[in-house]
Nanobody, 118 residues
Framework: VQLVESGGGSVQAGGSLTLSCTVS????????MAWFRQAPGKEREEVAS???????TYRDSVKGRFTISQTNTWSTLNLQMNTLEPADTAMYYC?????????????WGQGTQVTVSS
């Protein structure tokens, strides 16, 4: 599948952003989708994942602030981000995988930048 992220931008700490990932192509064998992020000089890290089994996961630092969801039968993956912190500044990537356990992802988007200022 092809993935295109949108919705990134610059906000002040405490603000909100909603990222979206548009999915095109044959998406019926996609069983898990996730958001990752990578800050300059740091390793890429998984932010949140959502499987077709209904399982959500979040990294500890975003629990209670971020919400992952899908709409239109998995044609769009969203990430609602509230109470943003400077530590959330990173390039955010959408990923799709064919395993419901969400351990591997075959397809990736190009990313959308999120910058949070203090």
């Amino acid at each position: 599948v092809q993935l295109v992220e949108s919705g990134g931008g610059s906000v002040q700490a405490g603000g909100s952003l909603t990222l979206s990932c548009t999915v095109s192509g044959y998406r019926f064998n996609v069983y898990c989708m996730a958001w990752f992020r990578q800050a300059p000089g740091k390793e890429r890290e998984e932010v949140a994942s959502l499987s077709k089994l209904g399982r959500h996961t979040y990294r500890d630092s975003v629990k209670g602030r971020f919400t992952i969801s899908q709409t239109n039968t998995w044609s769009t993956l969203n990430l609602q981000m509230n109470t943003l912190e400077p530590a959330d500044t990173a390039m955010y990537y959408c990923a799709a995988g064919s395993q419901a356990l969400c351990r591997e992802f075959e397809d990736w988007g190009q990313g959308t930048q999120v910058t949070v200022s203090s």
